[in-house]
């Protein structure tokens, strides 16, 4: 008898510990909360606040960069004020009133909360929004949703589309890189490749500088912008640029101004003069498409102030007292919840105990429909089968050796009788050995394809199997057989059946179910090999006219070493293995066998196999 469990080591107290511990920890936890609940809401209300002013800046922010007015902007901006729950009002700078998300609620804050200008974006609202690279890009503060006169056209659009398509395809043909194309604001796709880096690599060079190449609404933008920028130049007595998509520029070596400075010799104070003339030249140029800047307002719908919170002695001493109470039913119910846990898994742990010595028939009882409860099932189902399979494995050693002892007694009797000169070793003799020999061998495989299916290691090679042609091999293999006793084996299918399955087993399971057909069909019998499709799965049988199964056996067909004939002869031969087997290479193609059966008159033995229809169907092979 095991020994009890010292109750410094009982899990009814260690539940108690963890219990009371959580408990203090939690209430201590909850009360400092409590005191910094304050502090905690005015950090989570400022973060909030600041994130819904970036959101509403951003969104007219993206308004003015792509319509020309503020014609129509209360479409975006009532729902945006209900979403955030802010009033926001739009007005010029000349103070006239543009629009306003809850017109009537009073007037407008005395300050401002900004100035929505898509060619002056305010960093602080928008960190990052600034294009980056070297000149103007990065110092103009232009939105870089603004698109102007760059705005390609659909068929413009459609063409640089298709190339950057075929550039992608090239990439992930060649390179193995993972590309997508990505649409600019102007409507000019570029090429994105996460994770790496195109300028590494000249797979594809051809494709990708061919969508680089400008069209012509782009070469008429570029033109303008640089007739501006050179123009701002000249007024200050510079040499003239040539500015590019990306807002750098170049040098235009033959268009010097009397007084240039020597090549590479553009210092930074003259660096800083061309980025100014191409952020001016780009804001001149974008103007007449953005909407004039205007002055945001942001506020509360109502103008009321901001909710606070006292934390009163009152209120701490209300604190405290709901502390020490719920730390009292915590560990109240903890104790209770204990005792419940720790009584069912004392009679789990005798019953094992129990099994451990020998009692196959210890069992716990089942209460309540909780994980123990639950356990206590699994515990009585495992306990059930772990006697059946006690009593199928003695049931098995016994098979094994009713079947392997008569073709090795009769072995080795004529072996004897040889040995002692009272048989002759003739032809009929070896025969008969042979004969017991292949029984024996037969008894074996068939054994060893049970312990494969048992333990999980029988594999599969599947392939399309058609099963007409399988049908009339396995037909024809035991058509001798069936000759010879004067059964007639014939084969029906409809329209071809194919289905998904290992061809070497599913002959051995159809072979089985002939071989086993023809064994107990009298001479003059019939044994019919029939395939048909449905659906969903594909249905072969084996029916016959033979003496067929009474009713209180048929369940017990698949069993192992099982037999119909009580007395375990020999008549009809066989290892009493071939159904179980045939059951167990079926359940592992994912389908099922069942038998049905007329005394006197036959009976018919079922495959349902799931049925994949190719499509379109492979070529078949003759």
């Not at 900004?114 to 503060?141: F, H, I, Q, Y």
């Not at 009474?550 to 698949?558: G, K, M, N, T, Y």
Request: a neutral charge; glycine letters at 8%; hydrophobic letters at 40%.
């Amino acid at each position: 008898m095991a020994r009890e469990v010292p109750l410094r080591r009982s899990l009814l107290l260690r539940l108690l510990a963890l219990a009371v511990l959580i408990a203090v920890g939690s209430i201590a936890t909850t009360a400092w909360l409590a005191v910094r609940t304050t502090a905690g809401a005015i950090r989570q209300e400022q973060g909030q606040a600041l994130a819904d002013d970036a959101r509403i800046y951003d969104t007219l922010l993206a308004y003015a960069a792509t319509h020309p007015s503020w014609d129509g902007v209360d479409a975006a901006v009532r729902p945006l004020a209900r979403d955030v729950g802010r009033r926001i009002a739009l007005t010029t700078e000349t103070g006239a009133l543009i629009t306003d998300s809850a017109p009537g609620s009073g007037p407008l804050p005395t300050t401002s909360s900004a100035t929505v200008d898509a060619l002056a974006v305010d960093t602080t609202l928008m960190p990052g929004s600034s294009p980056p690279g070297g000149g103007a890009g990065g110092m103009s503060r232009i939105d870089p949703r603004t698109s102007g006169p760059y705005l390609l056209p659909p068929e413009e659009r459609a063409t640089l589309r298709g190339k950057a398509a075929e550039a992608v395809r090239c990439l992930r043909l060649r390179a193995g890189i993972d590309a997508v194309v990505v649409d600019g604001p102007t409507g000019r796709p570029h090429i994105d490749t996460p994770g790496t880096d195109l300028a590494d690599t000249a797979v594809c060079a051809q494709s990708r500088s061919t969508l680089a190449t400008l069209t012509a609404t782009e070469n008429r933008a570029l033109a303008q912008l640089n007739a501006l920028v050179n123009t701002c130049l000249a007024r200050r007595r510079m040499s003239a640029v040539q500015v590019d998509l990306n807002w750098t520029w170049t040098r235009q070596p033959a268009a010097s101004a009397p007084d240039a400075r020597p090549t590479g010799g553009i210092d930074q104070e003259h660096n800083q003069a061309i980025s100014a003339c191409v952020g001016t030249s780009r804001r001149e140029q974008l103007l007449p498409y953005v909407a004039p800047a205007a002055t945001l307002f942001v506020s509360d719908p109502g103008g009321r102030p901001s909710s606070t919170f006292d934390l009163s002695p009152a209120n701490q001493t209300r604190i405290v007292a709901v502390a020490g109470l719920v730390l009292l039913v915590t560990i109240g119910v903890t104790v209770l919840a204990g005792i419940r846990l720790t009584r069912p898994l004392h009679a789990l742990t005798g019953a094992a105990q129990r099994m451990r010595d020998g009692d196959g028939s210890a069992r716990v009882r089942v209460t309540g429909r909780d994980e123990i409860a639950r356990l206590a099932e699994v515990f009585n189902d495992m306990a059930e089968r772990r006697e059946r399979l006690e009593q199928l494995r003695r049931a098995m050693v016994s098979d094994i050796a009713h079947e392997m002892r008569t073709p090795v007694s009769n072995i080795r009797g004529w072996l004897e009788a040889v040995e002692d000169g009272l048989a002759a070793p003739d032809r009929r003799l070896h025969s008969s050995l042979l004969e017991e020999a292949t029984l024996l061998q037969h008894v074996i495989a068939d054994l060893q394809d049970l312990a494969e299916a048992d333990a999980g290691a029988l594999r599969l090679h599947r392939e399309q199997v058609y099963l007409t042609d399988l049908l009339a091999q396995v037909a024809e293999a035991h058509r001798v057989q069936a000759d010879r006793v004067g059964v007639t084996v014939a084969v029906r299918t409809e329209a071809d059946p194919q289905v998904d399955a290992d061809p070497v087993r599913l002959r051995q399971v159809v072979g089985n179910l002939v071989a086993n057909a023809v064994r107990h069909t009298p001479s003059g019998g019939h044994v019919t090999i029939s395939a048909r499709a449905t659906d969903t799965e594909v249905v072969v049988s084996v029916t016959d006219t033979g003496s067929g199964i009474s009713a209180d056996d048929l369940p017990r067909v698949f069993d192992r070493f099982w037999r119909a004939e009580k007395s375990r002869s020999r008549q009809t031969g066989g290892s009493g293995l071939g159904l179980a087997i045939v059951r167990q290479l079926i359940e592992a193609h994912g389908g099922t066998v069942t038998a049905t059966s007329t005394p006197s008159q036959g009976s018919t033995f079922t495959l349902r196999l799931p049925h994949h229809d190719p499509t379109p169907p492979p070529p078949r092979r003759r």
